[in-house]
């Protein structure tokens, strides 16, 4: 099994800045890939970004694209989720997730086994 612990959710103004961390614990050595989910109230789970468990470059939606970067720290088996410029509209529950799955559809929530428990951020204007 693989365990993932968030923290670094708050309350910012717009225009400001958050890093999220996902430490993974565990079966780590399972995970293929990476991945930042979003939900609003009333809204679907929505992708944010996704990366390979062994490193590379970042996979992420276009409402995010250019001020979100997904990153990770081998050391502490910690992926973060770097939140520049935030808007309004970021506001939502943030969740991490993992899968071990090669195959996997990195944008496609019900395609990761694990998840951790959610992060709130709120964007204030």
């Known amino acids: 099994q693989v365990q993932l612990v968030e923290s670094g959710g708050g309350l910012v103004q717009a225009g400001g800045s958050l890093r999220l961390s996902c430490a993974a614990s565990?079966?780590?050595?399972?995970?293929?890939?990476m991945g930042w989910f979003r939900q609003a109230p009333g809204k679907e789970r929505e992708f944010v970004a996704a990366m390979k468990w062994s490193g590379g470059s970042g996979f992420y939606a276009d409402s995010v694209k250019g001020r979100f970067t997904i990153s990770r720290d081998n050391a502490k088996n910690t992926v973060y989720l770097q939140m520049n410029s935030l808007k309004v509209e970021d506001t939502a529950t943030y969740y991490c997730?993992?899968?071990?799955?090669?195959?996997?559809?990195?944008?496609?929530?019900?395609?990761?086994?694990?998840w951790g428990q959610g992060t709130q951020v709120t964007v204030s204007s």
């Open positions: 997730a993992a899968d071990s799955n090669v195959f996997t559809t990195w944008h496609i929530a019900n395609q990761y086994d694990y």
């Open positions: 565990g079966r780590t050595s399972s995970i293929y890939v």
